[in-house]
């Protein structure tokens, strides 16, 4: 395993730089301070994992398309744009099949205790960055489809490190969760590896090295995932025809907006509720039941 030198922030800024096009330049610079440069090369890695798993990548700021990489130096929060002409960008992962995903470094998400924590990498559906930005509210761990611990040591990370992650991961209630360090020792190792659930890590990742050929395996395992899943794909379907030829109202469009346009399976379940409540306390006559020996004179 190759501990980071003086070599090692050029090959970071150089990685990052082959994941832009053209067009777009950068503010970042080997002076840019170690952990943060660690975030934005991670950050190219997921693009070119997103490329790899079959999406399209481009560039946006609070003004909309980029033509400047100006990642965040310190921890800040995502609805807060930076000054004008001093945008913070963010990569707009896009594909047919599914709502767009955006990437951010360095922001704030709230865990399940209403903590605020700091991510180094955030994968989420653009749909929740919009309403981040649109009311000024940090993003929920919950709505992340992936977040990423970043570790830039040139000493090997200690158990103290892999405790706090797993006390994170545990509020943080991301889709995937990864631990990702230039150098640990085996106590983390070990503590990670039994972990149940599993926990994702990947020790080592720098430019050229093994651990970055298995960190881009994971990402984009996870946004194939994100491709082919069902979540919202169930519900759109067409509509049904009543008996008179009109389109009867769908449910998703019926709940369209609503935090049950997610999944049709809620939707049928709170109509079935709603059933249920209109008929409660009635008599077996007024549910439309009549006993066998009633004629039907």
């Not at 560039?59 to 310190?74: H, I, K, P, Q, T």
Request: hydrophobic residues 40%; aromatic residues 6%; glycine residues 8%.
């Amino acid at each position: 395993m190759t501990v980071p030198n003086a070599a090692t922030p050029s090959a970071l800024l150089a990685s990052l730089l082959a994941q832009l096009p053209a067009a777009i330049s950068a503010t970042i610079s080997t002076s840019t301070r170690g952990g943060y440069l660690y975030e934005a090369y991670l950050f190219g890695v997921v693009l070119r994992a997103s490329r790899l798993a079959g999406f399209s990548v481009a560039f946006e700021d609070r003004d909309g398309v980029a033509s400047v990489l100006r990642l965040r130096g310190a921890p800040g929060r995502l609805p807060i744009p930076g000054d004008p002409g001093m945008r913070w960008t963010h990569a707009v992962l896009s594909c047919p099949e599914r709502p767009a995903l955006e990437v951010h470094t360095a922001v704030s998400v709230v865990g399940k205790s209403k903590v605020v924590h700091e991510a180094d990498v955030l994968m989420l559906p653009q749909v929740d960055a919009e309403r981040c930005r649109n009311f000024d509210l940090d993003p929920r761990g919950s709505d992340a489809e992936l977040t990423i611990e970043a570790k830039y040591y040139t000493d090997a990370v200690g158990l103290g490190e892999g405790r706090e992650f797993l006390g994170l991961s545990s509020d943080v209630n991301a889709r995937n969760k990864m631990f990702v360090a230039t150098l640990a020792g085996n106590s983390v190792v070990s503590l990670f590896a039994g972990q149940r659930p599993v926990v994702q890590y990947d020790i080592g990742v720098l430019p050229g090295r093994n651990g970055e050929a298995s960190l881009l395996g994971i990402v984009q395992r996870v946004l194939r995932n994100y491709r082919s899943s069902r979540r919202l794909a169930r519900c759109i379907r067409p509509p049904v025809r009543t008996n008179a030829g009109a389109p009867e109202t769908s449910l998703l469009a019926r709940y369209a907006g609503t935090s049950f346009a997610g999944c049709w399976r809620a939707l049928r379940r709170r109509r079935r509720r709603r059933l249920a409540a209109r008929t409660l306390g009635k008599s077996p006559a007024a549910r439309g039941w009549r006993p066998a020996w009633c004629s039907s004179a």
